[in-house]
C-alpha cells in the first residue's frame, strides 16, 4: 500500500473481532522486576504458583481457576525457562550462543542503560537478543542473508544518533562482545561478523526496538481474577474499581513486565482515528505474551486496519505530529489530524498578513535553548524579583527570535496591563503578540488561538468578529485546551444546542477547569444538555467548590436543590 507496510482486510470484519493474535519474535524483562519473580527467560511467563499466593480464604478456595502451572526447566548455564519447549526455542533462536557465557551475558543485560533523560533500556537489551538470533543463525548456515530473515520488515529509526550518544551506545556493545566472545581477531578473520557487530548494525537494531517494541506484562493473578469473574465464580460490588483494588494488592511482586517484537503489530500502521487496538491481557494468551489486534469499528474489506500509537494519552494534534514525526519518522495524515487542520487553516488564516495559513519554520535546537533560558529569566525577574520592566526586555529578546511562549507572555501582559508594576494595557501591542503567538503552528498555540478569540469576541486590537472567534474556540478545543472547550460550549448554549455544549464543557470540566465543573453540576441538576442526575451534580460541583468556584458551595447547601444533605 504506498510506501512501507499495512495490513488490509480480506473480509468484512465485524466491530470487536479478534483479528489475530501473535507471539513476540523476541521479548526481554523490564530490569525493574528482574529478581523479583521467578520468570522464563524465552517467554517471559511469570513462574508463580498458587500456594505462593497469600491469598484470603473467599479466593483460596478457587485454586482451579489459577493459570496450569508448567514443568519448568532450568539450562546448564542455571537460566530457567518454564517448559522444555521453551527452552528449546531458545536454543534453537538465540542462547545457545548465550549459554557458554551467560553470566557474562547478564553483565550486559544488567548495564544495559539508556542514554540519560531517554528510556530505551529495554530497547538496549532487545537489540542484545536481537544481535544474538542474527549471529546464532549465522553460525548455523553461514548465510548472512537468511540469518537477517527473522527482524529484515522491522523498520528502524536509530541510524543516524550524534556523536554523543553513539560512544554512550557503544559502550554497551563492548560488552555485548565481550559476552558472545567476539574478539578482535574473530571480527579481523570474519568481516561478517564484525559487520554484525560493529556500531552500525547495534544501532540499527537498537533502534528496531525503539521504534517497534510493545510493553508487554504477565500476570498469573489479573487471570486468576478475570477467569472468576468472567465464569461468574465472584461478583464484586464495583467491577471496574474492586477488580483494580485486588490486582494492586495481591498482584505486587507477582507480575513480569517487559519489552516485546511482534511482526504483524509492527507492520499495523497508526491513526489518530484508529478502527482497532492493541489487547496485551487477553486470558491465557497473556501469560506468554501473545497480543491481539481487535477491531473498534466494523471494517470493511480492502480497508486498512490501524490502531492508536498513543490510545491512553489525550494529545492535541500538533504534539501528536511531533511524536509520529519523532519516534516513528513520520507525520501523520488521519482522517482525525486533516480534519483538524482544516479546522486551523480556516481559524488562524485571518490572523497572517496575507490570509494565507503557512508552516512556521521550527527554531534549531541552539535557538530554541537560548530562548528557553531567555524565558526562564524573564520568569524569574517577573516572578520573584517583582521586576517587570526587565522582564519585558527577556521576554522581547526571545519572543524576536520566534520563541512562542514568549511571544504568548508579552501578547497576554500587553493585553490586561500591570497598573501595579506601571505597564498600562495596550489593545496593538496585545494584537501584535498574541497574533504572532497564534501563528506559530507550536504546540502551546491553542492557547493563543484561544485569547485571540476572545480578544475578537469582545472587540479588543481588533474590530469584533465573532463568527471569527467561534472558529478560533474551535480550533482550540480540539486540540484539547480547556478554556476554549469552555468558550466553545457558551456559543452551544446561546445557540440552544445544549447536547453539544454538554460534552465541550465536559470535557473542559475534567481538565479542572472550576467554571466548567460548575457548568457541569447545575446542567446535571437542571438536565440541560443531559439526563438529570443528583449525584453526579454534587461530584462536580464540589469539585467546583474545591477549586474556589464562588457558588458552587452555595449551590451544594441549598435545601432546593439537595434537601438531604450528607
Known amino acids: 500500500a504506498g510506501e512501507g507496510y499495512g495490513v488490509f482486510a480480506k473480509t468484512d470484519i465485524a466491530k470487536d473481532t479478534k483479528v489475530f493474535f501473535e507471539e513476540p519474535v523476541c521479548s526481554i524483562q523490564e530490569r525493574e522486576t528482574r529478581g523479583v519473580v521467578k520468570t522464563c527467560y524465552y517467554c517471559l511467563r511469570a513462574i508463580v504458583r498458587f500456594d505462593e499466593m497469600a491469598l484470603p480464604k473467599w479466593l483460596k478456595r478457587f485454586k482451579s481457576a489459577w493459570p496450569k502451572p508448567k514443568k519448568e526447566v532450568t539450562c546448564k548455564c542455571g537460566t530457567v525457562f518454564c517448559s522444555q519447549t521453551c ?13 557458554d557465557n551467560f553470566g557474562e551475558y547478564l553483565q550486559f543485560e544488567n548495564k544495559a542503560d539508556a542514554f540519560p533523560g531517554e528510556r530505551y533500556s529495554g530497547c538496549v537489551l532487545l537489540a542484545g537478543k536481537l544481535a544474538c538470533m542474527v549471529y546464532q543463525a549465522y553460525l548455523k548456515n553461514k548465510d548472512i542473508t537468511a540469518s537477517w530473515l527473522p527482524v529484515r520488515n522491522f523498520q528502524s529509526n536509530k541510524d543516524q544518533l550524534d556523536k554523543q550518544r553513539q560512544a554512550f551506545y557503544n559502550q554497551s556493545l563492548l560488552r555485548l562482545r565481550k559476552a558472545l566472545q567476539i574478539t578482535d581477531k574473530l571480527m579481523k578473520d570474519d568481516p561478517v561478523i564484525a559487520e ?13 526496538g525503539t521504534t517497534n517494541a510493545t510493553k508487554i506484562k504477565s500476570s498469573p493473578f489479573t487471570y486468576f481474577i478475570d477467569k472468576l469473574l468472567d465464569t461468574n465464580k465472584i461478583t464484586l460490588l464495583s467491577k471496574t474499581e474492586d477488580r483494580a483494588a485486588l490486582i494492586k494488592h495481591f498482584d505486587k511482586d507477582k507480575s513480569v513486565e517487559g519489552t516485546g517484537l511482534y511482526h504483524l503489530h509492527a507492520m499495523t500502521n497508526h491513526s489518530c482515528s484508529a478502527n482497532a487496538y492493541v489487547v496485551t491481557d487477553d486470558g491465557q494468551h497473556a501469560l506468554d505474551h501473545h497480543i491481539c489486534i481487535q477491531t473498534l469499528t466494523a471494517v470493511r474489506k480492502g480497508e486498512q486496519i490501524c490502531y492508536s500509537y498513543f490510545p491512553n494519552r489525550k494529545l492535541n494534534r500538533l504534539m501528536r505530529q511531533i511524536l ?3 519516534s516513528w519518522g513520520f507525520e501523520c495524515q488521519c482522517t482525525s489530524c486533516e480534519t483538524e487542520l482544516r479546522v486551523i487553516k480556516v481559524a488562524t488564516s485571518p490572523l497572517y498578513p496575507d490570509g494565507q495559513w ?6 534549531t535546537e541552539q535557538v530554541s535553548d537560548r530562548c528557553w533560558r531567555l524565558f526562564t529569566k524573564a520568569e524569574n525577574e517577573q516572578y520573584e524579583r517583582g521586576n517587570l520592566k526587565n522582564a519585558l526586555k527577556l521576554y522581547k ?3 524576536e527570535l520566534g520563541h512562542q511562549p514568549s511571544e504568548h507572555r508579552l501578547g497576554v501582559i500587553f493585553l490586561y496591563g500591570k497598573p501595579e508594576d506601571g505597564q498600562p494595557a495596550d489593545a ?8 504572532r503567538a497564534a501563528c506559530s503552528n507550536d504546540v502551546n498555540s491553542p492557547n493563543s488561538w484561544n485569547c485571540a478569540g476572545e480578544m ?3 472587540g479588543i486590537g481588533f474590530p469584533q468578529d465573532k463568527k471569527q472567534a467561534l472558529w478560533l474556540f474551535l480550533a482550540a478545543a480540539q486540540q484539547g485546551f480547556a478554556s476554549a472547550q469552555y468558550n466553545l460550549a457558551q456559543y452551544y448554549i446561546d445557540m440552544g444546542r445544549f447536547e453539544q455544549a454538554f460534552d465541550w464543557m465536559t470535557m ?3 481538565q479542572h477547569l472550576a467554571q466548567a465543573q460548575y457548568a457541569v453540576g447545575v446542567a446535571c441538576l437542571e438536565g440541560k444538555g443531559t439526563a438529570k442526575d443528583l449525584a453526579l451534580a454534587r461530584k462536580w460541583l464540589a469539585d467546583a467548590d474545591a477549586a474556589g468556584h464562588p457558588n458552587a458551595g452555595r449551590v451544594l447547601n441549598s435545601k432546593k436543590y439537595f434537601p438531604l444533605q450528607v
Request: charged share 25%; hydrophobic share 45%; net charge neutral.
Open 87 to 99: 527452552m528449546d526455542a531458545a536454543m534453537d533462536k538465540y542462547h545457545a550462543v548465550q549459554c
Open 196 to 208: 554484525l557487530f560493529g556500531l552500525p548494525t547495534f544501532l540499527h537494531l537498537f533502534g528496531i
Open 324 to 326: 509520529t514525526k519523532e
Open 358 to 363: 503557512v508552516r512556521r519554520k521550527p527554531l
Open 397 to 399: 529578546q526571545a519572543a
Open 428 to 435: 496593538e501591542q496585545a494584537k501584535y503578540w498574541i497574533t
Open 456 to 458: 475578537l469576541e469582545e
Open 508 to 510: 473542559a470540566a475534567q
